[in-house]
């Protein structure tokens, strides 16, 4: 499977730019928008429920099951133990944008 080139990255100043200039907002109140965005999605995430935004996707937890893993340094197994991780499944309308459509 090939990756995508990674042109740019939009950091959290930058999305805050962005917002703010979207919707006439100050970058005072586009931060608190993003702040309280991003900590309504970690707190709901770690309670184990998922947020669910229609047309643009899911956040959900997922289970990572113990696996063995080895080092790359010395070649050496090692357990690996299992964990929870936070996943983001996009919906169809975001892949049709993304994808031209």
Same mark, same amino acid.
């Given at each position: ?18 917002? +703010? $200039?979207? =919707? !006439? ?10 702040? #309280?965005?991003?900590?309504?999605? /970690? ?21 990572? +099951? $113990?696996? =063995? !893993? ?10 690996? #133990?299992?964990?929870?991780?936070? /996943? ?14």
């Amino acid at each position: 499977m090939s990756r995508l080139k990674r042109e740019k990255t939009m950091n959290r100043n930058q999305l805050i730019n962005a917002m +703010a $200039a979207k =919707t !006439g907002s100050t970058k005072t109140e586009a931060n608190h928008a993003v702040t #309280a965005l991003t900590e309504i999605i /970690a707190d709901t995430l770690k309670k184990g429920d998922s947020v669910s935004l229609i047309g643009f996707g899911t956040f959900e937890m997922r289970e990572r +099951a $113990a696996r =063995t !893993g080895r080092n790359p340094r010395t070649g050496e197994e090692l357990k690996i #133990a299992a964990s929870r991780v936070p /996943a983001f499944k996009p919906g169809a309308p975001l892949k049709a944008t993304v994808n031209g459509g």
